[in-house]
């Protein structure tokens, strides 16, 4: 089964990698890097995203009219900070990976939806 | 059917042959179809169809089989009309038996997935290993049929287009899904025992459904200490069950219950569990809460309690499981040790997280009346009487008040 991992994150996550030592900023860096490493056979595409002050909204009106505006389209405090494709056989094996991930934060597990 | 106090023994015969058999029959469909949503579905169908034609034409000699064809032959001709599933009905030929292996075990762990909701955990299980129908369900928790049925089907849902496998996981995977198990089954069993909605205060019936899963489950997980734990913790309860409500429905307090009229036999199940957990050398939450309720149910009177081994316990629980409420719980302990005084002093640390808990005020109260302070003892127990809704537990507040 093929899942979309949502990194997300709060200002309060933000602001506790913010304070991380250069030390513990390479130490974060590189258990990122083992994870991506270790699961790459069950990774598919995936990027980090830019900040959420870089976001625009393209909104649809009821009448199908579209509206761009400035910024992310939850008003919520948790930002998506990137996301990665996964393959693997059950929301079991998704969630063992998702637990072992080093970077923090909360990441949403959402099934992709199965072409047949 | 399953829920009156009043039902005839016929009903509570039919109601524990379907509690028996539901479990296995939808988890042998499962193993059959691989599809849990058709499996669930049709073992229901089969379930209302018994409990229309049992009454009328009396239970099968195997009524296992009995509900296992019903299931299956639904089962087939729902696939049959179903062109994705074609392929799947040539495997069918092989023929379905339910004894081949206790596969509730998966069920349960399915069911009580970290993924769904606590109400869908709490319903899926009550349904699929239970054989609770969604009427029984909606009855139970005094919510409307549709919104039960429409939960379900969510659910259901779910652990399809999410990949929820039906497995059993090993080793810590299986400690940390064997906990949500244990949750909701407590759950359910609080539910039961002391519900918090309606006038009719003690459901009998999920009490002793929660007690029986947990039986099940003791039975399937013979060497999880923990399972043994919440099954003697939930024995203990039952066994003073009866004598915590008087004739006129009201409640009785522990210091009051004629202990004469608990259930020993019960208790001694109880006891003997706790000590086979103990062997493991593993303790946890359900261990210790039953080795407390364990103290209470072994004195021959409130005084006699082992008090000072209650604190020990209270103070082990905390180490694993810090909690205000287990602190409001010790420091109960402390007041039949150390008197009235220390125990208001140990309140102070947890008054402001438990502001908002009913027993909270209600022990203060009854604290600050032993000190003689009646205005602060009065004021506390108007707070406890605002804050709880269960019939049985306001109207023992508002006899604390008045007389």
Redesign the interface.
Known sequence: ?K?VFLFCGTPADQAAFDTLTPEQLKERYAEVGRWFAQNQARLGHGNQLQGPDTATTVRFQPDGKPIVRDGLFLEGKEIVGGYTEVDV????E???MAKSWPGRGTIEVR?VIQQR | MRSGRSSSNADAVLAEVVRDEAGRVTAALIRRFGDFDLAEECSQDALVAALESWPRDGIPDRPGAWLLTVASRRALNQLARDKQYRQKVGELAREVRPEEEDDRLRLILTCC?P?LSREAQVGLTLRAVCGFTTAEIARAFLAPEATVAQRLVRAKHKIA?????Y?I?SGS?LNERLAEVLAVLYLLFNEGHLSTRGSSSFQRDLAEDAAWLAALLSRLLPDEPEVLGLLALMKLHLARGESRFNESGDMVLLADQDRARWNHALIAEAIALIERAAAFGRPGPYQLEAAIAACHAEAPNLEATDWHQVVVLYDMLLALAPSPVVKLNRAIAVWKIEGPVAALHDLEDIAPKLDGYHLFHATRGELLSELGRREQAHAEQLRALDLTNNAAERSLLRRRLFT
């Open positions: 089964m899942y056989a059950n929301l079991d998704a969630l063992a099934p | 997935h993924a287009s999410a990949g929820i496998p497995r996981p995977e």
